[in-house]
């Protein structure tokens, strides 16, 4: 009995001391098209009956030139043959989302990115800025393939350049 136990104490203390001390952040790499998805958080967790992937707390996304913070972020995975997932069939964040890709940024309280349409669905304060405007509204959705945006309920500022 004391020798189970000792290795069951110094196992549990390495791991509150690898938390209390700044462990290394979860990180998971993801298939996604001809691409791979790269995600870091404080925290991951994975229900397996549903695909779905849990990040929290400094959530950051990186795939090719586009980058997306978050405080949330869940991300289903699409069901394959035998039980076996198969890559990104969406993603959800939340809590002070920010997504970049080039010169355009943007921000909302809540974003869906859907990779089989390439879109990217904000609301709760949507706010889209290129260098030379601002775009809000209570709902924007931005095509990432084509580089076009859809804003429902919205208003834009232009800012001409000076020559």
Excluded at 2 to 12: E, G, S, T, V, Y
Aim: aromatic share 6%; with cysteine.
């Amino acid at each position: 009995m004391k020798a189970r136990f000792i290795p069951l104490l110094w196992l549990c203390f390495a791991l509150l001391t690898a938390t209390a001390y700044g462990a290394e952040p979860a990180r998971q790499v993801l298939p996604m098209g001809n691409s791979t998805v790269t995600i870091t958080a404080e925290k991951m967790s994975f229900a397996n009956q549903t695909g779905e992937i849990t990040f929290s707390g400094s959530v950051h996304v990186v795939r090719d030139d586009v980058e997306l913070r978050a405080g949330r972020l869940l991300v289903t995975l699409q069901p394959g043959e035998g039980g076996k997932r198969r890559g990104i069939q969406q993603m959800v964040a939340e809590q002070e989302v920010q997504f970049s890709q080039g010169t355009r940024t943007a921000s909302a309280g809540h974003a869906i990115y859907d990779p089989v349409a390439e879109t990217v669905v904000l609301t709760d304060h949507p706010k889209v800025t290129d260098p030379s405007l601002e775009v809000v509204g209570t709902r924007i959705t931005i095509n990432l393939a084509t580089q076009e945006s859809t804003v429902d309920g919205g208003a834009l500022t232009f800012t001409e350049s000076p020559e």
